[in-house]
């Protein structure tokens, strides 16, 4: 009699376990779509958009004795997005300014 309460007890934390996931699953998804929207009409009326962003790249070359070479590129300016998520093929202002070096792997 106790495993079988035992296990309905089980059931009922793996019911409330995704039902939680569910949640933020679906809440993600509605931030991430109100955040799509609102650069959409931001685009649509010209209301500051878009920014710019100094960033520094660096190559990072890997040598044959399993060392890697840094080679450091001039500063560019990278066009961002002035949302909460990646939109449009571009990364967030706040991201980039939190992250100005840029490393890319050869």
């Not at 878009?50 to 500063?75: H, N, S």
Request: charged content about 25%; some cysteine.
């Amino acid at each position: 009699m106790a495993k079988s309460a035992d296990l309905t007890g089980k059931q009922f934390l793996v019911r409330i376990f995704f039902r939680i996931i569910a949640a933020l699953v679906i809440t993600v998804a509605v931030v991430y779509a109100v955040d799509a929207a609102i650069l959409r009409y931001r685009v649509s009326t010209n209301k500051n958009p878009y920014g710019t962003v100094t960033v520094r790249p660096y190559y990072a070359i890997p040598r044959k004795d399993a060392k890697i070479e840094l080679m450091f590129d001039d500063p560019r300016d990278e066009t961002c997005v002035n949302s909460l998520f990646p939109q449009m093929g571009d990364s967030p202002c706040w991201y980039l300014r939190k992250h100005p070096e840029k490393r890319v792997d050869m």
